[in-house]
Protein backbone atom coordinates (compact mmCIF):
# COMPACT_ATOMS: atom_id res chain seq x y z
CA UNK A 1 0.00 0.00 0.00
CA UNK A 2 3.11 2.46 1.05
CA UNK A 3 4.35 1.92 -2.95
CA UNK A 4 0.68 2.84 -4.23
CA UNK A 5 1.25 6.18 -2.37
CA UNK A 6 4.64 7.06 -3.24
CA UNK A 7 3.68 6.06 -7.69
CA UNK A 8 0.40 8.52 -7.02
CA UNK A 9 2.50 11.05 -5.12
CA UNK A 10 4.74 10.90 -8.14
CA UNK A 11 2.34 10.96 -10.73
CA UNK A 12 0.76 14.17 -9.28
CA UNK A 13 3.81 16.17 -8.56
CA UNK A 14 4.08 15.49 -12.52
CA UNK A 15 1.31 16.14 -13.12
CA UNK A 16 1.98 19.61 -11.58
CA UNK A 17 4.90 19.95 -13.73
CA UNK A 18 3.20 19.67 -16.90
CA UNK A 19 0.22 21.82 -15.82
CA UNK A 20 2.91 24.89 -14.62
CA UNK A 21 4.94 24.28 -17.63
CA UNK A 22 1.72 25.08 -20.00
CA UNK A 23 0.79 27.91 -17.96
CA UNK A 24 4.22 28.93 -18.60
CA UNK A 25 4.14 28.61 -22.50
CA UNK A 26 0.77 30.65 -22.60
CA UNK A 27 1.99 33.34 -20.05
CA UNK A 28 5.05 33.83 -22.87
CA UNK A 29 2.87 33.49 -26.10
CA UNK A 30 0.60 36.11 -24.87
CA UNK A 31 3.93 38.10 -23.99
CA UNK A 32 4.97 37.97 -27.73
CA UNK A 33 1.65 38.07 -28.95
CA UNK A 34 1.31 41.58 -27.52
CA UNK A 35 4.87 42.94 -28.76
CA UNK A 36 4.28 41.23 -32.79
CA UNK A 37 1.22 43.09 -32.95
CA UNK A 38 2.07 46.53 -31.26
CA UNK A 39 5.40 47.14 -33.40
CA UNK A 40 7.28 50.52 -32.85
CA UNK A 41 6.30 51.88 -36.21
CA UNK A 42 3.33 51.80 -37.98
CA UNK A 43 3.29 49.31 -41.36
CA UNK A 44 0.92 48.71 -43.79
CA UNK A 45 0.52 45.68 -45.69
CA UNK A 46 -1.22 45.39 -49.16
CA UNK A 47 -4.46 43.65 -49.55
CA UNK A 48 -7.08 43.51 -52.79
CA UNK A 49 -8.96 46.31 -50.42
CA UNK A 50 -6.16 48.38 -50.14
CA UNK A 51 -3.26 49.01 -47.17
CA UNK A 52 -4.11 47.74 -44.03
CA UNK A 53 -2.73 49.00 -40.77
CA UNK A 54 -1.12 46.03 -38.77
CA UNK A 55 -1.59 48.57 -36.00
CA UNK A 56 -4.87 48.09 -36.37
CA UNK A 57 -4.28 44.55 -35.59
CA UNK A 58 -2.32 44.69 -32.67
CA UNK A 59 -6.05 44.76 -30.40
CA UNK A 60 -7.86 41.96 -32.11
CA UNK A 61 -4.42 39.33 -31.58
CA UNK A 62 -3.52 40.49 -27.79
CA UNK A 63 -7.66 39.97 -26.57
CA UNK A 64 -6.99 36.72 -28.56
CA UNK A 65 -4.00 36.03 -27.03
CA UNK A 66 -5.90 36.34 -23.62
CA UNK A 67 -8.79 34.97 -24.12
CA UNK A 68 -6.65 31.28 -24.79
CA UNK A 69 -4.52 32.21 -21.92
CA UNK A 70 -6.97 32.42 -19.44
CA UNK A 71 -9.04 29.57 -20.93
CA UNK A 72 -6.01 27.27 -20.97
CA UNK A 73 -5.38 28.44 -17.14
CA UNK A 74 -8.37 27.75 -16.02
CA UNK A 75 -8.41 24.26 -17.60
CA UNK A 76 -5.01 23.90 -15.77
CA UNK A 77 -6.20 24.55 -12.31
CA UNK A 78 -9.84 22.84 -12.62
CA UNK A 79 -7.34 19.60 -13.86
CA UNK A 80 -5.16 20.42 -11.09
CA UNK A 81 -7.92 20.26 -8.43
CA UNK A 82 -9.37 17.28 -9.82
CA UNK A 83 -6.11 15.42 -9.41
CA UNK A 84 -6.03 16.47 -5.67
CA UNK A 85 -9.38 15.63 -4.48
CA UNK A 86 -8.74 12.29 -6.79
CA UNK A 87 -5.82 12.07 -4.54
CA UNK A 88 -7.47 12.58 -1.20
CA UNK A 89 -10.31 9.93 -2.30
CA UNK A 90 -7.50 7.48 -2.68
CA UNK A 91 -5.50 8.20 0.22
CA UNK A 92 -8.50 8.10 2.34
CA UNK A 93 -9.59 4.78 1.05
CA UNK A 94 -5.89 3.34 1.14
CA UNK A 95 -6.18 4.59 4.84
CA UNK A 96 -8.72 2.86 5.09
CA UNK A 97 -7.56 -0.11 3.43
CA UNK A 98 -4.20 -0.23 6.27
CA UNK A 99 -7.10 0.27 8.80
CA UNK A 100 -8.86 -2.79 8.38
CA UNK A 101 -5.90 -5.00 7.49
CA UNK A 102 -4.34 -3.56 10.98
CA UNK A 103 -7.37 -4.24 13.18
CA UNK A 104 -6.67 -6.69 15.78
CA UNK A 105 -9.80 -9.27 15.93
CA UNK A 106 -10.59 -7.47 19.32
CA UNK A 107 -10.82 -4.30 18.21
CA UNK A 108 -13.20 -2.33 20.07
CA UNK A 109 -15.01 -5.35 20.75
CA UNK A 110 -17.16 -5.93 23.90
CA UNK A 111 -17.41 -9.55 25.92
CA UNK A 112 -20.14 -10.58 27.98
CA UNK A 113 -19.72 -13.42 30.27
CA UNK A 114 -21.95 -15.24 32.37
CA UNK A 115 -22.52 -18.44 34.02
CA UNK A 116 -25.17 -21.22 33.13
CA UNK A 117 -28.30 -21.16 34.55
CA UNK A 118 -29.84 -22.06 37.89
CA UNK A 119 -29.14 -26.59 38.00
CA UNK A 120 -31.09 -29.35 39.79
CA UNK A 121 -29.30 -31.54 42.63
CA UNK A 122 -29.05 -34.20 40.00
CA UNK A 123 -28.41 -34.02 36.33
CA UNK A 124 -26.84 -32.29 33.67
CA UNK A 125 -29.64 -30.06 32.60
CA UNK A 126 -31.21 -26.69 34.54
CA UNK A 127 -34.32 -27.13 37.34
CA UNK A 128 -37.27 -24.96 36.32
CA UNK A 129 -35.48 -21.47 37.53
CA UNK A 130 -32.80 -22.17 35.20
CA UNK A 131 -35.36 -22.80 32.35
CA UNK A 132 -36.92 -19.50 33.61
CA UNK A 133 -34.01 -17.47 33.44
CA UNK A 134 -32.53 -19.00 30.16
CA UNK A 135 -35.96 -17.90 28.24
CA UNK A 136 -35.54 -14.72 30.06
CA UNK A 137 -32.34 -13.62 28.74
CA UNK A 138 -34.13 -13.52 24.87
CA UNK A 139 -35.87 -10.28 26.29
CA UNK A 140 -32.86 -9.32 28.19
CA UNK A 141 -30.00 -9.65 25.77
CA UNK A 142 -31.75 -8.47 22.78
CA UNK A 143 -32.28 -5.24 24.96
CA UNK A 144 -28.73 -4.96 26.34
CA UNK A 145 -26.66 -1.84 26.44
CA UNK A 146 -23.33 -1.47 26.63
CA UNK A 147 -21.88 2.43 25.93
CA UNK A 148 -25.29 3.47 25.29
CA UNK A 149 -25.78 1.33 22.14
CA UNK A 150 -28.17 -2.08 21.88
CA UNK A 151 -25.76 -4.68 21.59
CA UNK A 152 -26.26 -6.41 18.55
CA UNK A 153 -24.28 -10.06 19.18
CA UNK A 154 -22.19 -11.61 16.45
CA UNK A 155 -20.53 -14.93 18.32
CA UNK A 156 -22.08 -17.20 21.23
CA UNK A 157 -20.07 -18.91 22.79
CA UNK A 158 -20.76 -21.81 25.50
CA UNK A 159 -18.75 -24.21 27.43
CA UNK A 160 -18.51 -28.08 25.77
CA UNK A 161 -21.26 -30.37 26.48
CA UNK A 162 -19.75 -33.36 29.31
CA UNK A 163 -21.86 -36.19 30.50
CA UNK A 164 -22.19 -33.84 33.22
CA UNK A 165 -23.16 -30.73 32.06
CA UNK A 166 -24.95 -29.31 29.16
CA UNK A 167 -26.21 -26.70 30.86
CA UNK A 168 -24.04 -23.87 29.09
CA UNK A 169 -25.26 -24.74 26.00
CA UNK A 170 -28.99 -25.22 27.59
CA UNK A 171 -28.54 -21.87 29.35
CA UNK A 172 -28.11 -20.19 25.51
CA UNK A 173 -30.33 -22.06 23.11
CA UNK A 174 -33.43 -19.45 23.63
CA UNK A 175 -31.26 -16.83 22.69
CA UNK A 176 -29.52 -18.37 20.12
CA UNK A 177 -32.88 -19.43 18.49
CA UNK A 178 -33.69 -15.88 18.80
CA UNK A 179 -31.35 -14.20 16.87
CA UNK A 180 -30.31 -16.46 14.84
CA UNK A 181 -27.29 -17.52 15.78
CA UNK A 182 -25.64 -20.94 16.41
CA UNK A 183 -23.49 -21.00 19.94
CA UNK A 184 -20.05 -22.20 19.36
CA UNK A 185 -19.58 -25.46 21.41
CA UNK A 186 -15.86 -26.31 20.67
CA UNK A 187 -14.09 -25.39 23.71
CA UNK A 188 -13.51 -27.36 27.24
CA UNK A 189 -14.77 -25.81 30.09
CA UNK A 190 -11.46 -26.41 31.71
CA UNK A 191 -9.26 -24.93 29.02
CA UNK A 192 -10.69 -21.59 28.99
CA UNK A 193 -7.22 -19.94 27.19
CA UNK A 194 -7.99 -21.91 24.44
CA UNK A 195 -11.46 -19.68 23.63
CA UNK A 196 -9.07 -16.60 24.75
CA UNK A 197 -6.65 -17.69 22.20
CA UNK A 198 -9.77 -18.19 19.58
CA UNK A 199 -10.97 -14.59 20.47
CA UNK A 200 -7.24 -12.96 20.43
CA UNK A 201 -6.37 -14.60 16.96
CA UNK A 202 -9.39 -14.61 14.98
CA UNK A 203 -11.98 -12.31 14.35
CA UNK A 204 -15.41 -12.75 15.72
CA UNK A 205 -17.24 -9.63 15.48
CA UNK A 206 -17.33 -6.90 17.64
CA UNK A 207 -20.12 -8.11 20.38
CA UNK A 208 -19.78 -11.59 21.79
CA UNK A 209 -21.61 -13.43 24.49
CA UNK A 210 -20.16 -16.27 26.98
CA UNK A 211 -21.65 -18.61 29.02
CA UNK A 212 -19.25 -20.39 30.67
CA UNK A 213 -18.94 -22.75 34.61
CA UNK A 214 -18.72 -20.40 37.56
CA UNK A 215 -15.37 -22.26 38.90
CA UNK A 216 -13.39 -21.56 35.79
CA UNK A 217 -14.43 -17.63 34.80
CA UNK A 218 -11.92 -16.24 37.02
CA UNK A 219 -9.06 -18.27 34.87
CA UNK A 220 -11.15 -16.99 31.85
CA UNK A 221 -10.97 -13.91 32.85
CA UNK A 222 -7.46 -13.91 33.76
CA UNK A 223 -6.62 -15.28 29.73
CA UNK A 224 -8.76 -12.37 28.40
CA UNK A 225 -6.53 -9.81 30.16
CA UNK A 226 -8.90 -9.32 33.36
CA UNK A 227 -8.47 -9.25 36.88
CA UNK A 228 -10.78 -11.58 38.47
CA UNK A 229 -10.02 -9.70 42.22
CA UNK A 230 -11.34 -6.04 40.20
CA UNK A 231 -14.76 -8.39 39.05
CA UNK A 232 -15.37 -11.07 41.94
CA UNK A 233 -15.30 -11.32 45.23
CA UNK A 234 -12.17 -12.97 46.13
CA UNK A 235 -11.71 -13.70 42.99
CA UNK A 236 -14.22 -15.78 42.64
CA UNK A 237 -17.41 -16.74 41.33
CA UNK A 238 -19.86 -17.72 44.37
CA UNK A 239 -21.41 -21.05 43.78
CA UNK A 240 -24.84 -19.85 44.93
CA UNK A 241 -24.91 -17.17 42.66
CA UNK A 242 -26.59 -17.10 38.88
CA UNK A 243 -27.51 -13.61 38.26
CA UNK A 244 -24.68 -11.53 37.28
CA UNK A 245 -22.90 -10.46 33.86
CA UNK A 246 -19.74 -9.31 33.65
CA UNK A 247 -18.66 -7.08 30.75
CA UNK A 248 -15.18 -6.44 29.16
CA UNK A 249 -14.45 -3.76 26.56
CA UNK A 250 -11.48 -3.32 24.67
CA UNK A 251 -9.83 -0.13 22.69
CA UNK A 252 -9.05 0.08 18.98
CA UNK A 253 -5.93 -1.61 19.58
CA UNK A 254 -7.78 -5.04 21.00
CA UNK A 255 -5.89 -3.61 24.74
CA UNK A 256 -8.79 -4.67 26.97
CA UNK A 257 -9.79 -1.03 28.97
CA UNK A 258 -9.31 -2.17 33.00
CA UNK A 259 -12.12 1.30 33.81
CA UNK A 260 -14.97 -0.09 31.38
CA UNK A 261 -14.73 -3.61 33.13
CA UNK A 262 -17.91 -4.23 34.97
CA UNK A 263 -20.12 -6.69 37.37
CA UNK A 264 -23.97 -5.94 36.29
CA UNK A 265 -26.62 -7.58 38.60
CA UNK A 266 -29.24 -9.08 36.19
CA UNK A 267 -32.48 -8.32 37.92
CA UNK A 268 -34.33 -11.26 35.91
CA UNK A 269 -35.15 -13.66 39.30
CA UNK A 270 -36.32 -13.60 42.88
CA UNK A 271 -32.69 -12.87 44.62
CA UNK A 272 -30.93 -11.91 41.58
Known sequence: MRILRTDHTAALYRLFRFAA?????????????????????????????????????????????GRLCRHASWTALVFALSACVGSSG???SSQRLDDSREAKPLSDATIL??????????????????????EAYV??????RAAQQVLRFDYLVAADDSEHSQRSRL?????????????????????????????????????????WHHREIPDL????????ERLLP?????????????????DHEGRLVQGKTRRIKEHLMPGD
Not at 116 to 128: Q, R, V
Not at 139 to 144: A, E, G, L, M, S
Open 90 to 92: LEA
Open 171 to 211: TLEPLARAIGLKPDLRFQAKRPQDLAEELRSKGHGKNILIC
Open 139 to 144: RYFQNF
Open 234 to 250: HGEWPAQQFGWVLQLRY
Open 221 to 228: LKALGADP
Open 113 to 134: IIRHAEKPPNGSGLDADGQARA
Open 21 to 65: RVFGSLILFRHAAGLQAAPKSVAFAQSPEGPVNAASTAGPLRRHA
